[in-house]
């Protein structure tokens, strides 16, 4: 594919034929998508000649890699991608961690959600998902110190006090500007580590089709921390 973006393609991949949803006249509209399923054919006809080209260099049988596999690869080269995702041992770890790039996490904007709390209630807590996840951080903190996860036993008042500590204390190892969200702490107190079933099923769901991916080796997983926010269903992905 490389030689053909030197020679045919002047630097660019190979045409596919898949075109998007357009406003358009069909007669028009069918006339481009043959347009472009000509050039489709006549482009991977060149980069199965480059294949054949470069496995007889190397002195294998130039029917060695077949015309299906060449065809599905320069079809969606476009879709292709390398993913080099980090462990959790690293993510843990706050001296190899890039505190500039989770400032900036903290700190990018995102735009406030219409709440009309007459017909809807009183707004709820709206922090971004990364307060959460270091939240979470913090209450698996909690479990290791004090052999509970917050919110179960029967003094919540402490609880929020000490995960808050845990907490800030997590903020200055990351070198984090933001402040703490109080209400976060709260709120995992409130709940105690309880499992929400719908929200147990979202997430079994989203990891069996990571699996899925990595099993097969097709489409983009996930790199590398993904967070789902049941509160307002939102969820991001972290690089962590």
Known sequence: INEFKRVEGRGYLPVSAEIPDMTSLPEMY???????????????????KHVEAKLKQVGSPTNSISAEYIDRVAKHIRTAAVVRCSSIEASYDAKRADSEALNEIFEEWEEEKEWDEETMGPRPIQPKNI????????????????GRYPGVGKDLERDVKLLTEILTGLFQEYKIRAKVEPAVCQELVRFGATEIHNTAAMLGGVASQILLKLITRQFVPFDNTFVFNGIHTSANVYEL
């Open 131 to 146: 307060h959460w996840y270091f939240a979470m951080r913090a209450s698996d903190r909690f479990r290791t110190k004090y």
């Open 30 to 48: 069918v006339k481009l998508q043959n347009i472009f399923r000509t050039r489709e054919r006549k482009d991977l006809d060149a980069v199965r």
